[in-house]
């Protein structure tokens, strides 16, 4: 129902709205991230921070990653300040992951997630299906079209129940 109601307001708006599969995120290694790159590949779309009660899930998004990434799915954390529980720079965020969780997942730099400042990919998420990060470590799937396939909340751990059935699903 809230995915209808997007879209209809959407096109009520008269805005046109990019398909999530055309975002681009600045990378916390330098350059750019365009999910266009992953093109057929599934997406799981991460809002991170480095000092939240559920930091630790960055351990399952890594196991998730490790598992499946051969098989074509993509896990992108998106470190975000919008709930005051990052770092302060995107270096001291790189380093927190790399030596805490040994990261190897792609990463963008910092950004809003939600709100005015938000970043497109959000912007549209949030259009498309009323979703917006309501905390940290909120997840959004994208099939290998670049269509939105589904939400989660903080509380949904990456690594265990919906989250990799639907990715499983996805990459048959």
Not at 18 to 32: E, H, K, L, N, Q
Request: with cysteine.
């Amino acid at each position: 129902m809230r995915l209808i109601f997007g879209l209809i307001l959407s096109v009520w708006a008269g805005v046109a709205l990019a398909a999530p599969r055309d975002a681009v995120f600045p990378s916390i290694d330098g350059g750019t991230i365009a999910l266009s790159d992953f093109a057929g590949q599934p997406v799981l779309v991460v809002n991170t921070a480095s000092q939240c009660a559920f930091t630790r899930q960055y351990d399952g998004l890594q196991a998730l990653y490790d598992k499946y990434r051969h098989q074509g799915l993509v896990v992108l954390a998106v470190p975000s300040d919008d709930f005051n529980q990052e770092l302060a720079t995107a270096a001291e965020v790189k380093e927190f992951c790399e030596v805490n969780f040994n990261l190897t997942l792609p990463m963008t730099d910092m950004m809003h997630v939600r709100g005015r400042s938000a970043h497109d990919f959000y912007k549209d998420v949030k259009a498309k299906t009323g979703f917006v990060p309501r905390w940290n470590f909120n997840k959004v799937l994208i099939d290998g079209d670049g269509e939105i396939v589904a939400t989660w909340g903080s509380s949904a751990r990456p690594d265990s129940g919906e989250i990799p059935r639907e990715i499983e699903r996805l990459l048959e």
